[in-house]
T-cell receptor, first 117, second 114 residues
Framework: GAVVSQHPSRVICKSGTSVKIECRSL??????MFWYRQFPKQSLMLMAT?????????EQGVEKDKFLINHASLTLSTLTVTSAHPEDSSFYIC?????????????FGNGTRLTVT | AQKITQTQPGMFVQEKEAVTLDCTYD???????LFWYKQPSSGEMIFLIY??????QNATEGRYSLNFQKARKSANLVISASQLGDSAMYFC???????????FGPGTRLSVLP
């Protein structure tokens, strides 16, 4: 149980276009989802906390208008990278905890490798 | 201030041997959880083991065990009988009670040698 599905796994886009990444909890409800960015050989950097039915909470230094997050239901959060540029190329990974389980670990999607040309 | 420290950027272990990956943490909370994750080269994050701050016993999950020393604020991961498939990045993480987010350490790259 506790599976998180993330799509797409890889995407290549041209500079200036927008890319949407979906994160779904398949067999549990997740009122909160987390979006991370990971640079090569580095740890995960929390970008934002996505809350169902309300605005996301962004970490310091993360541009809200660049990285749009929508958490429309208890099982789906989306991250849209708007007007992507080559410096946005990175590995993006979402995660969620099972709502109502205090000791629940984070369950991660398989990540999305974004390349902006 | 960095809350999770993993002092070993890289570790090597011979196949079938045991290895310990270090993790120290910093918190003033009494209630918190500690987690270890494995990240293979494919990128997915795999949850391995959990230790609660009030747990008196060290957590174990198959070949994984956690050497929890609360007074020293350390939560080292022990992998017994290493396998080639254990080669990966390993991250230690903490969630303080009352907080939503997890804090991750910088990771340790483990390489298992045949």
């Amino acid at each position: 149980g506790a599976v998180v599905s993330q799509h797409p796994s890889r995407v290549i886009c041209k500079s200036g276009t927008s890319v949407k990444i979906e994160c779904r909890s398949l067999d549990f409800q997740a009122t909160t989802m987390f979006w991370y960015r990971q640079f090569p050989k580095q740890s995960l950097m929390l970008m934002a906390t996505s809350n169902e039915g309300s605005k996301a909470t962004y970490e310091q230094g993360v541009e809200k208008d660049k990285f749009l997050i929508n958490h429309a239901s208890l099982t789906l959060s989306t991250l849209t990278v708007t007007s992507a540029h080559p410096e946005d190329s990175s590995f993006y990974i979402c995660s969620a905890r099972v709502t109502g389980q205090p000791n629940s670990p984070l369950h991660f999607g398989n990540g999305t490798r974004l390349t902006v040309t | 201030a960095q809350k999770i420290t993993q002092t070993q950027p890289g570790m090597f272990v011979q196949e079938k041997e045991a290895v310990t990956l270090d993790c120290t943490y910093d918190t003033s909370d009494q209630s918190y959880g500690l987690f270890w994750y494995k990240q293979p080269s494919s990128g997915e994050m795999i949850f391995l083991i959990y230790q609660g701050s009030y747990d008196e016993q060290n957590a174990t999950e198959g070949r994984y065990s956690l050497n929890f020393q609360k007074a020293r604020k350390s939560a080292n991961l022990v992998i017994s009988a290493s396998q080639l498939g254990d080669s990966a990045m390993y991250f230690c993480a903490m969630r303080e009670a009352g907080r939503q987010n997890f804090v991750f350490g910088p990771g340790t790259r483990l390489s298992v040698l045949p």
